[in-house]
């Protein structure tokens, strides 16, 4: 056999039926099952069949079922413009199950390569964008910024120490829209920190609120924002200032972290003041409020 010296081995075009299997680690049946199956061009060379390796790479990466033993991951090309249901679950964060809800649900485009189902990444992301619950994982690092950086509405109306209500009146007004950036995360509206102190500065109507708040511990405050929410909710517009002004013995015994059994006790021995209308309880909040203050202040469990 001549060699000729110097000059570049030109690149193979075609390859055995016995390379291929070996090359995807497949044994005598499966891989005769495979090419049968006409995903890649064969020919019949000197009695021998051959496979077209230009193809075979094609059908390589446009598919993600076989592997080759060493070498390049499959699918390359089939990634770019396609995603798995599995894919899919890892960029949102999310279970097998929920992705296929998802798709169901929405009625997002789907198709079968290889008999396996895919999502057309223009499908994919024509939903995505249309909706704010499920984030990928950058998503999800930019929503906690943009999050930081806002308030949420209860947020905003424990600040106002107004209803909630009040604060979605104060958002589409025309006065003071203007003046409030919202954004809107997870599906809920946020105003901007910045916007609010803008709206802060231009108005004179609603101030912030310099109740002793700030100074109560965090378990305390949620105790403070969980009754004064209900209360809210329960309350007609009329009775919202008697609302906040009083306490019901539930909600002193939530806010004190005790069990009304001890609310009782107290103002039977008359260490709080409550205000008795025939059977009905109330108990001034902001008194009420102050007496355990101090008696934190004094190391009182």
């Not at 189902?117 to 910024?145: C, G, I, M, N």
């Amino acid at each position: 056999m001549i060699q000729r010296v110097g000059l570049p081995a030109k690149p193979r075009k075609w390859m055995s039926v016995h390379e291929m299997g070996d090359m995807l680690g497949l044994k005598k049946t499966d891989r005769y099952w495979l090419v049968h199956k006409n995903y890649f061009r064969t020919e019949t060379l000197l009695g021998k069949m051959r496979v077209e390796i230009a193809s075979f790479e094609k059908w390589y990466a446009n598919q993600d079922w076989y592997h080759k033993v060493n070498g390049e991951a499959p699918g390359k090309e089939l990634r770019l413009r396609s995603y798995s249901p599995k894919e899919i679950q890892e960029m949102l964060g999310t279970d097998n199950a929920t992705v296929y809800e998802i798709l169901k649900k929405n009625n997002i485009e789907t198709v079968t390569m290889n008999e396996r189902l895919r999502v057309p990444t223009d499908a994919f992301w024509d939903w995505y964008h249309s909706q704010s619950r499920y984030r990928t994982q950058e998503d999800r690092k930019k929503d906690a910024a943009a999050e930081a950086a806002s308030l949420s509405m209860p947020e905003m109306a424990r600040l106002l120490d107004v209803p909630r209500s009040t604060v979605y009146g104060i958002l589409s007004s025309k006065k003071y829209a203007p003046l409030l950036d919202v954004i809107v995360i997870a599906g809920r509206r946020r105003v901007t920190k910045e916007s609010f102190e803008r709206f802060l500065q231009a108005q004179d109507t609603y101030e912030l609120f310099n109740f002793e708040y700030e100074e109560l511990e965090l378990k305390e405050k949620r105790e403070y924002e969980n009754y004064k929410r209900r209360c809210l909710a329960e309350a007609d517009h009329s009775q919202e200032k008697k609302c906040l002004e009083y306490l019901t013995v539930p909600e002193a015994a939530e806010l004190a972290g005790v069990e009304p059994a001890t609310i009782a006790y107290w103002y039977t021995t008359g260490k709080i003041s409550v205000r008795k209308t025939g059977k009905i309880i109330r108990i001034p909040r902001e008194a009420f409020e102050q007496w355990l203050l101090k008696r934190k202040e004094k190391g009182v469990v």
